[in-house]
Nanobody, 120 residues
Framework: QVQLVESGGGLVQPGGSLRLSCAAS????????MGWYRQAPGKQRELVAA???????NSADSVKGRFTISRDNAKNTVYLQMNSLNPEDTAVYYC??????????????WGQGTQVIVSS
C-alpha cells in the first residue's frame, strides 16, 4: 500500500555527482524511516543512508563525507546527493520505506531500483 518511485540514476565519470530522488505515495504513516540501499553485481544489498521523518540520519562509513541524504516531508520525497563518485559506488540503488514503530506488524516497501554506473 506504499509505492516508491526512484529517479536520477545514470552513467557518470569518477569524481562526478548525481542526485537520486524517491517519491512515496499511498498510505504513508507520519512516523517513518526512508532510506537508500544499494546492491552491486555479485554482492549483497547494503545500507547507504537512511533518514527519519524527524530528520535523524545514518549512513554507511564508505559514503560519509560524500553522500548526503535529505527529505521533504510535504512531498513525501527523499533525496540522496552523491558527490565524488568512484567506481566502487556502481550499483543498483533501491529506495526503502518502513514505519518507525511496529516493524514486526507492518511490512517495509522497496522501489524498483535505479542504476548508477561510475566509469570512464
Amino acid at each position: 500500500q506504499v509505492q516508491l518511485v526512484e529517479s536520477g540514476g545514470g552513467l557518470v565519470q569518477p569524481g562526478g555527482s548525481l542526485r537520486l530522488s524517491c517519491a512515496a505515495s499511498g498510505d504513508i504513516f507520519s512516523s517513518n524511516v526512508m532510506g537508500w540501499y544499494r546492491q552491486a553485481p555479485g554482492k549483497q544489498r547494503e545500507l547507504v543512508a537512511a533518514i527519519t521523518s524527524g530528520g535523524s540520519t545514518n549512513s554507511a562509513d564508505s559514503v560519509k563525507g560524500r553522500f548526503t541524504i535529505s527529505r521533504d516531508n510535504a512531498k513525501n520525497t527523499v533525496y540522496l546527493q552523491m558527490n565524488s563518485l568512484n567506481p566502487e559506488d556502481t550499483a543498483v540503488y533501491y529506495c526503502n520505506y518502513r514505519r518507525m514503530y511496529g516493524s514486526s506488524r507492518y511490512p517495509e516497501y522497496w522501489g524498483q531500483g535505479t542504476q548508477v554506473i561510475v566509469s570512464s
